[in-house]
């Protein structure tokens, strides 16, 4: 069974661009999360989805959005992109977003903003 | 607020000797309790998780971690380290209730020298 992929696997932009990113999940997993992950402050929580519906969202800023669609594929954006922003986005799918199911990690993507 | 504590920043060690990870957590419920590893460039991968019954538990590459309920700690122990276990460990919890995130701890980076 393919793993958690996404795309871009790297990407650079400048201040005040706008950025999508691309999970597509493992196969039969619905529930898809969105990790920020930085040197200085570690893996910190964006959001999460279960089918098509944001089901918990981190304490980021409404730049940070997302959405998924009905095969479970899901993207984030990042609008006004600002110098903070430059981490690893990492995806992260699983069964179902309740307990004991535990989430399979993507390659993540590499952004950064300059 | 959840908080999830990891004791060591970084860990120096040889191989063949025994490794143990601090993880405690603030939560005073039920939780699911994770360890996950990252290689160099490599992305997070699940190494066990604990999500009721026996307190050990074991998971791959010789790893196991014990669940201390009064202590609200989930430790990881290795008894005889390899070089190829050189990476960076994460401890993640999740809160059983209506809460679906992972809160990560902030990593502890692992050398071990050959």
């Known amino acids: 069974k393919a793993g958690v992929t996404q795309t871009p696997r790297y990407l650079i932009k400048t201040r005040g661009q706008q950025v999508t990113l691309s999970c597509s999940p493992i196969s039969g997993h619905r529930s898809v999360s969105w990790y920020q992950q930085t040197p200085g402050q570690g893996l910190q929580f964006l959001f999460e989805y279960f089918s098509e519906t944001q089901r918990n969202k981190g304490n980021f800023p409404g730049r940070f959005s997302g959405r998924q669609f009905s095969n479970s594929r899901s993207e984030m954006n990042v609008s006004t992109l600002e110098l903070g922003d430059s981490a690893l986005y990492l995806c992260?799918?699983?069964?179902?977003?309740?307990?004991?199911?535990?989430?399979?990690f993507g390659p993540g993507t590499r952004l950064t903003v300059t | 607020a959840q908080s999830v504590s990891q004791h060591n920043h970084h860990v120096i060690l040889s191989e063949a000797a025994s490794l143990e990870l601090g993880c405690n957590y603030s939560?005073?419920?039920?939780?699911?309790l994770f360890w996950y590893v990252q290689y160099p460039g490599q992305h997070l991968q699940l190494l066990l998780k604990?999500?009721?019954?026996?307190?050990l538990v074991k998971g791959i590459k010789g790893f196991e971690a014990e669940f201390i309920k009064s202590k609200f700690s989930f430790n990881l122990r290795k008894p005889s380290v390899q070089w190829s276990d050189t990476a960076e460990y994460f401890c993640?919890?999740?809160?059983?209730?209506?809460?679906?995130?992972?809160?990560f701890g902030a990593g502890t980076t692992v050398t071990v020298r050959a």
């Open positions: 993640a919890v999740k809160i059983v209730s209506n809460d679906y995130k992972l809160s």
């Open positions: 939560y005073g419920g039920t939780v699911n």
């Open positions: 604990y999500f009721s019954g026996d307190p």
């Open positions: 992260a799918s699983s069964l179902d977003s309740g307990s004991s199911h535990e989430q399979y």
